[in-house]
C-alpha cells in the first residue's frame, strides 16, 4: 500500500513496524503527518521535489554570505594556570603524617574526655 493517508492510525503503526521502524509515540492528529512522510520515505517514494532542492541551494548560499554579526565567533575560554604538582610524599613520610593526624585526634578526644570527667565530678558534687 503506498498511499499512507487511507491508513487508520493502527494499521500505519503496523506497516511502520513491518518495514521495520518504530514509532517512538502514538499516532495523532498532530503526528500523522510526521509518520505518514517516515512511512513514504521507508518505501522509497518520498524524493525531494525540484523546488526544495533549489530552496536548499538558495540557504547553502545565503549562510555562506552571512555577515559575521548574525552568526559571532564562540567566546574563547581563557585556562587558568594550573598549579604546581607537589611530588608525593614518600612512604616514611606519609605514614608519619598519618600518625601525627591519629595522634591530633586522640588528643582532641583526650582532652573531650577529661572536661566531660570534670563536668560530670563538679555535678556530683555540688548537689
Do not use: C
Amino acid at each position: 500500500m503506498s498511499n499512507p493517508t487511507q491508513l487508520s492510525d493502527r494499521e500505519l503503526r503496523e506497516e511502520l513496524i513491518g518495514l521495520g521502524y518504530t514509532p517512538n509515540g502514538p499516532i495523532t492528529a498532530t503526528t500523522r503527518s510526521v509518520y505518514e512522510m517516515k512511512y513514504l520515505s521507508l518505501i522509497g517514494e518520498l524524493t525531494p521535489s525540484p523546488e526544495s532542492q533549489e530552496e536548499g541551494e538558495e540557504e547553502e548560499e545565503d549562510l555562506a554570505r552571512a555577515s559575521p554579526a548574525r552568526f559571532p565567533q564562540p567566546i574563547k575560554r581563557i585556562r587558568t594556570p594550573q598549579k604546581e604538582k607537589e611530588e608525593p610524599a614518600s612512604a616514611a613520610n606519609s605514614a608519619l603524617n598519618h600518625n601525627s593526624q591519629l595522634n591530633a585526634k586522640w588528643k582532641v578526644r583526650t582532652a573531650f574526655f577529661l572536661a566531660l570527667a570534670i563536668v560530670v565530678y563538679f555535678y556530683l558534687n555540688a548537689a
